[in-house]
């Protein structure tokens, strides 16, 4: 089995590497914004009086298999005794974003609109000192690690993907 830096020295002659860590780390970062738009999304609408449960569950999905990607793999790859306080308080925050999601989905379903507005905006208010802790210890820890415990990550990232429900191939798509 050759691995993702192997071909790549092979095919570009030159070794990647040192670029790989940086890779995944850039990736979760760009999830944050994702993240945020989701839930702008759904402030928007609750501002406007139509609550978009789309927009909110798109957010809540993508949060929670966030902190999921964190917890199955990322925190224990990263962890060492310096920043082992940051990790423990990083995963005290996700066990109150989860809450506060809850709080926000009993309120959009108890039609307190008023209620789930300020909810949001406090959580949107989490996820921005939040996302930069992360940033700075998870993410620097990530881009320490070698090419192969970066492949693995990500690899594990793509087994956890999920097409959308209903999705099918192009080829599919035209039979329909």
């Not at 570009?12 to 590497?17: C, F, H, Q, R, T």
């Not at 995963?91 to 309120?107: P, R």
């Amino acid at each position: 089995m050759i691995t993702i830096c192997q071909w790549a020295k092979f095919r570009y002659n030159s070794d990647i590497s040192h670029w790989v860590g940086q890779l995944l780390s850039d990736i979760l970062e760009e999830d944050h914004p994702r993240v945020g738009e989701s839930l702008t999304c759904f402030l928007d609408s609750l501002r406007e009086g139509k609550p978009s449960v789309s927009c909110f569950e798109k957010a809540r999905n993508s949060l929670q298999n966030h902190i999921f990607l964190y917890y199955s793999i990322l925190f224990r790859t990263v962890e060492n005794q310096a920043n082992a306080a940051r990790i423990h308080g990083l995963e005290v925050e996700h066990g109150g974003i989860w809450k506060l999601l809850d709080k926000i989905e009993e309120d959009l379903n108890a039609g307190r609109g008023e209620l789930a507005t300020d909810r949001v905006e406090r959580l949107i208010r989490v996820l921005d000192a939040h996302n930069e802790a992360e940033e700075q210890t998870v993410y620097q820890e990530l881009e320490k690690q070698d090419a192969s415990t970066q492949a693995r990550l990500i690899l594990f990232e793509i087994e956890q993907a999920r097409a959308p429900e209903g999705w099918v191939c192009n080829i599919l798509r035209r039979r329909r």
